[in-house]
T-cell receptor, first 113, second 115 residues
Framework: AQSVTQPDIHITVSEGASLELRCNYSYGATPYLFWYVQSPGQGLQLLLKYFSGDTLVQGIKGFEAEFKRSQSSFNLRKPSVHWSDAAEYFCAVGSGNTGKLIFGQGTTLQVKP | KAGVTQTPRYLIKTRGQQVTLSCSPISGHRSVSWYQQTPGQGLQFLFEYFSETQRNKGNFPGRFSGRQFSNSRSEMNVSTLELGDSALYLC??????????????FGPGTRLTVL
């Protein structure tokens, strides 16, 4: 069965520091992988997605993610975090040939001034 | 272009009642999916509609139902509400059949509280 694991429930980083959020997936075929961000009281906004090709994917707001098939991982990174990046981040995998997304439990990012 | 809109944004109901939530997709989008978000279970897929047809359904009891209209607007209905139905209900729309390559745009959600 497809699944997504985000090992870190809560992460705190200082403003200006680098960030890496971990995501591991279990999927039988070629995965379609996504990272979404959710600010309090808001819906989900797509940061980036991976379908095929270059394993390093660039997204919005300075985020990037690297797909590593051998490790079943799709970690999200940002070189320098801003206070406005504080939010909840969700990794998701596309399921089969439908629009159904399977989400991880999310990682809450807190940014210290 | 207006985003996905969901109404109402907040709703308070009591156990045993029923509720209907509405979702208007982005203009031109034909696919609508619904998700339930709770602190304990996270984001869980409810169902997906394309051209008025339900093409996928998550693992939820039959109390949860939905439909899509010819203008792509969608509604979901929850009957006989239980306390555990308290959640943020998110709607997402996409242009084509919502295959994995098709970006889904999420609305702000409807916060349902069951007392």
């Amino acid at each position: 069965a497809q699944s997504v694991t985000q090992p870190d429930i809560h992460i705190t980083v200082s403003e200006g520091a680098s960030l890496e959020l971990r995501c591991n997936y279990s999927y039988g075929a070629t995965p379609y992988l996504f990272w979404y961000v959710q600010s309090p009281g808001q819906g989900l906004q797509l940061l980036l997605k991976y379908f095929s090709g270059d394993t390093l994917v660039q997204g919005i707001k300075g985020f990037e993610a690297e797909f590593k098939r051998s490790q079943s991982s799709f970690n999200l990174r940002k070189p320098s975090v801003h206070w406005s990046d504080a939010a909840e981040y969700f990794c998701a995998v596309g399921s089969g040939n439908t629009g159904k997304l399977i989400f991880g439990q999310g990682t809450t990012l807190q940014v210290k001034p | 272009k207006a985003g996905v809109t969901q109404t109402p944004r907040y709703l308070i109901k009591t156990r045993g009642q029923q509720v209907t939530l509405s979702c208007s997709p982005i203009s031109g989008h034909r696919s609508v999916s619904w998700y339930q978000q709770t602190p304990g279970q996270g984001l869980q897929f409810l169902f997906e509609y394309f051209s008025e047809t339900q093409r996928n359904k998550g693992n939820f009891p039959g109390r949860f139902s939905g439909r899509q209209f010819s203008n792509s607007r969608s509604e979901m209905n929850v009957s006989t509400l239980e306390l555990g139905d308290s959640a943020l209900y998110l709607c997402a729309s996409s242009f084509l059949l919502a295959v994995p390559g098709d970006e889904q745009f999420f609305g702000p959600g409807t916060r349902l509280t069951v007392l």
